[in-house]
């Protein structure tokens, strides 16, 4: 098990619910919040159950990362993140009808 990839798709399920929820108001629910939470949860509940090892040492990593993250961010260097450049791409969320 891999406490990253575990940990990076349970951020991928919050934002699926973030991106096509809250920002693209879509109806979808099954599909763009049920579906991502009971992914969130059972992936939470691997991650739960994982040894104590692996929870320390994917947290001292975890840690670490944000630490140098926000260095860079405070001494000025480029941490440019996906959506922060401006532009924005408009498209139809999965299951919605786009004007055809």
Known sequence: MNFGALFGF?????????????????KN????????VVGFLIIGYVLLNANLEAKLGGLVWLVLGAGVFLYYRFTGRKT?????????????????????
Not at 10 to 26: A, C, E, G, N, T
Not at 29 to 36: E, F, G, I
Not at 85 to 91: N, P, Q, V, Y
Request: net charge positive.
């Open 10 to 26: 349970m951020l991928l399920h919050l934002s699926v619910i973030v991106h096509y929820v809250v920002r693209k108001k879509s």
């Open 29 to 36: 629910y099954l599909l763009h919040l049920v579906v991502p």
């Open 80 to 100: 440019i993140l996906s959506g922060e450049g401006g532009e924005r791409i408009e498209a139809p969320a999965t299951g919605e009808r786009g004007k055809l």
